[in-house]
């Protein structure tokens, strides 16, 4: 097989992964290697959830089971420094699936979903424990795409009070994300030097509840974690507080000695858009201008960027969408193979091999780079435009 092993969750109730160990894989990991058609002698990597990574190879592959030999764990160190609990009020729809995925990608240790007092979605009983299974497994989806091998914690749906009420008295420092004019800065709120300990951090879901805490990490309490909120985030940005990871307003989660990470940015705004900044939020346009600034170059190539960029900037729309899109249409069909037996596919490698999609580097290989290159090109027609759609909404709910 090329590129990077297929990747997949062996949960530990499902089966004992040990070195040397020859085993039946679950149904739902079994189902996608059946869909990668893979071989016998293929390799795979299994990842338990723990923090270790379990190589192995494909030993039977048949319609019901698929059977394997597992090779000695690696360790994974892909965890932020911080546990970070998000506790937010559900959004509708799809909404929350988008949450949780983006949640798991930029490195939480565990979601507490909230149902608060304007809450559309409303959840209880037998319908909200599917919902909270539904989220798992999204949740581990996430994780099996972006190399994490802890997953985290999905708790139960809770009433915003009755969790606000439980939380226990253990001096832990909780923190709301805000974007009030009032809002205390960074530069009040947080030592230059916090003390090791465990911290909380909160997303406002809505006005006057907030939304997260921060929970006991797997090998105990890790560093602290500083949050940035309200108007004056940029000036309390600049000072320096070592290499503590930072959440900033737009709920990205970078090093604090590289504040302006572009990938996360483009993640970062994305979810905005998702979780509902208008498109004439300040911040919003502000940052699909950097994007701008950065756009679409070969010799600097960064399909995963691209991805996320493209996407935000397609739901700008206007002038913002107009000069991303002139460059891409152009730049990435041009690129494709046009003839032997990878045509129609995208070469990470080359004279300037892409940032994430190098297999000489373990890293993703040519079907990453084809999959997201072409879904670049499908933009148009996989994704209506967030704010077209709600104008159409408003403007249907007007007139009936």
């Known amino acids: ?53 379990w190589p192995a190879e494909v030993l039977a592959m048949g319609r019901r089971e698929v059977r394997v030999r597992v090779a000695a764990p690696q360790p994974v160190a892909r965890e932020l420094p911080v546990a970070v609990t998000l506790a937010c009020g559900m959004p509708a729809n799809e909404r ?5 995925e983006k949640a798991t990608e930029l490195g939480a240790a565990a979601i507490q979903p909230l149902l608060c007092e304007r809450a559309v979605l409303r959840l209880e009983g037998e319908r909200a424990e599917r919902r909270r299974a539904h989220w798992e497994a999204v949740a581990v989806a996430a994780c099996e795409q972006c190399g994490r091998a802890r997953l985290p914690g999905v708790y139960p749906v ?16 909780r923190i709301v994300l805000s974007t009030d004019a009032q809002a205390t800065p960074l530069a009040r709120l947080v030592p230059i030097d916090p003390p090791r300990a465990e911290r909380a ?23 602290g974690i500083v949050v940035l909120s309200g108007p004056e985030d940029q000036a309390a940005a600049t000072q320096t507080i070592g290499e503590l990871p930072v959440i900033t307003a737009s709920g990205l989660i970078v090093p604090a000695s590289s504040l302006a990470d572009i990938v996360m940015t483009a993640e970062g705004l994305l979810c905005r858009q998702y979780l509902g900044w208008p498109r004439n939020d300040e911040r919003l346009v502000a940052g699909a201008d950097y994007l701008l600034r950065n756009r679409l170059n070969y010799h600097d190539r960064d399909v995963y960027y691209w991805y996320y960029a493209t996407q935000v900037l397609h739901h700008m729309e ?15 069909p041009s690129r494709q193979v046009k003839s032997g037996r990878e045509a129609g596919s995208w070469d ?51 007139v009936n």
Not at 39 to 51: M, V
Not at 158 to 173: E, I, R, S, V
Not at 372 to 388: G, K, Q
Request: net charge negative; with cysteine.
């Open 1 to 53: 097989m090329n590129g990077v092993p297929l990747r997949v969750h062996v949960a530990p109730v499902d089966a004992a992964l040990a070195t040397g160990a020859e085993l039946a894989l679950p149904e739902v990991a079994a189902r996608h290697v059946q869909v990668r058609r893979l071989q016998p002698g293929d390799a795979l990597r299994l990842f338990d959830g723990r923090g270790s990574d």
């Open 348 to 398: 990470p490698g080359g004279e300037n091999p892409d940032r994430w999609g190098n297999p000489q580097r373990g890293e993703g290989g040519r079907l990453y780079v084809t999959c997201l290159s072409t879904y670049m090109l499908e933009v148009y027609y996989r994704h209506l435009p967030i704010y077209r759609s709600r104008d159409f909404l408003k403007a249907d709910a007007a």
């Open 158 to 173: 809770a009433a915003f009070a009755t969790w606000l009420a439980a939380l226990p008295p253990d001096g832990a420092l």
């Open 318 to 332: 206007g002038t913002h969408w107009d000069e991303w899109n002139k460059v891409m249409r152009q730049e990435i």
């Open 201 to 223: 951090a909160c997303d406002r879901g809505e006005r006057g509840e907030a939304g997260a805490g921060l929970g006991q990490g797997a090998d105990g309490p890790r560093q």
């Open 96 to 100: 929350m699936d988008a949450l949780v």
